[in-house]
């Protein structure tokens, strides 16, 4: 643990980086984290409220069996994303005061990453779902396939690339 002072090697600039202690990093990283929670957590919890009451519908009885499992296993991975995505806030809750932000963070952008990816299952099952039920099959997997390959393009191949492009070797 640190103290919060800076030493000479949390003051030593590495090319562009921050002038910033353990303590200071963590604080700046924990913000941006709640922030980019923000949006996520909305978008999955509307989601998630919009699927719960989708089984109380007269069409609900109808689908079939198939389609009532894709429900079934849209709304599992929609509460398992919505758990995942408020759980650093809790885990925030329990741990704050006991000077161990740094790692609180760190599990914190876990669990935040981990909903993302549920987010992600989330979402394409439930177009899956949605595409089953409002057009003809035999395209379905071609649609749902190329929003998934979209997704993983914008959330993850992108800022990879754009990570391992732009950030220094040394």
């Keep these: 643990m640190t103290s919060g002072r800076r030493s000479d090697q949390d003051t030593t600039e590495r090319g562009s980086g921050r002038n910033e202690t353990e303590e200071e990093r963590a604080d700046r ?10 949006v996520a957590q909305t978008g999955v919890q509307i989601l998630l409220g919009f699927l719960l009451t989708v089984v109380f519908t007269p069409h609900f009885q109808g ?13 599992v991975l929609g509460s ?37 990816v549920l987010l992600l299952a989330t979402l394409t099952s439930a177009l899956l779902l949605i595409l089953r039920v409002a057009t003809d099959d035999s395209y379905v997997p071609w649609l749902v396939s190329g929003v998934l390959a979209w997704y993983l393009l914008c959330w993850f191949a992108l800022p990879l690339w754009v990570r391992f492009r732009y950030t220094s070797r040394e």
């Design 63 to 75: 689908l079939e069996q198939t389609d009532k499992t894709i429900y079934i296993v849209t709304v």
């Design 80 to 116: 398992l994303a919505t758990g995942a995505l408020i759980g650093p806030v809790a885990f925030h809750r329990i741990v704050a005061g006991r000077r161990i932000k740094p790692q609180a963070v760190v599990w914190a952008a876990r669990l935040t990453f981990l909903g993302i």
């Design 29 to 38: 990283r924990w913000q941006d984290l709640i922030q980019e929670i923000r």
